[in-house]
């Protein structure tokens, strides 16, 4: 249900709505208020940015278990090195592509609103991936898959 406060054609995003999405999320703003500032939906902007946002891996360069499990696991050895590994998994990468149980650790506050690392405090210490809203790839992607599916629909 759209707000009542938001009387205005909520056809298509411009790019000057994405570039104020981006500067809001980057600020810690709420979709409810970048919502009454674009006169768009709070709907539309969960939706954009939920569309349109980027994968940022964590740096595969440094050496860290990723596993969802690693504080609690006590196996051992899962490198299957020559000599026997007396290390927990806690303390060894390997665990990230050859344990079975490995399961990738996520963040969970990207699971709700805004769905984006944009304006996290923890951002520079986080060890998981990442997910960022830019206003220009957005907008990239947007057109590109508008002119998609004018050619579908030809």
């Known amino acids: 249900i759209m707000s009542k406060e938001i009387r205005v054609n909520?056809?298509?995003?411009?790019l000057d709505n994405r570039i104020f999405i981006e500067k809001s999320?980057?600020?810690?703003?709420?979709?409810?208020?970048?919502?009454?500032?674009?006169?768009k939906d709070?709907?539309?902007?969960?939706?954009?940015?939920?569309?349109h946002r980027q994968l940022k891996e964590r740096n595969t360069f440094v050496s860290f278990n990723n596993c969802?499990?690693?504080?609690?696991?006590?196996k051992r050895n899962i490198c299957q090195r020559p000599e026997l590994c007396k290390?927990?998994?806690?303390?060894c990468d390997y665990c990230?592509?050859?344990?079975?149980?490995?399961?990738?650790?996520?963040c969970i506050l990207?699971?709700?609103?805004?769905?984006?690392?944009?304006?996290?405090?923890?951002?520079?210490?986080?060890r998981v991936?990442?997910?960022y809203y830019k206003s220009i790839t957005a907008n990239r992607r947007y057109k590109s898959l508008l002119i998609m599916n004018k050619f579908l629909v030809l």
């Not at 999320?25 to 006169?39: A, C, E, R, Y």
């Not at 969802?68 to 006590?74: A, E, G, K, V």
């Open 25 to 39: 999320l980057d600020n810690g703003m709420s979709f409810k208020d970048i919502s009454k500032h674009i006169s």
């Open 110 to 126: 990207l699971s709700h609103a805004p769905f984006v690392c944009n304006s996290c405090i923890k951002k520079s210490n986080c």
């Open 87 to 91: 290390k927990y998994c806690i303390s």
């Open 10 to 14: 909520q056809k298509h995003l411009t």
């Open 96 to 106: 990230n592509k050859r344990c079975s149980s490995f399961v990738s650790q996520k």
């Open 129 to 131: 991936n990442k997910y």
């Open 68 to 74: 969802l499990h690693r504080t609690t696991c006590i």
């Open 42 to 51: 709070p709907t539309t902007i969960s939706n954009e940015v939920k569309k």
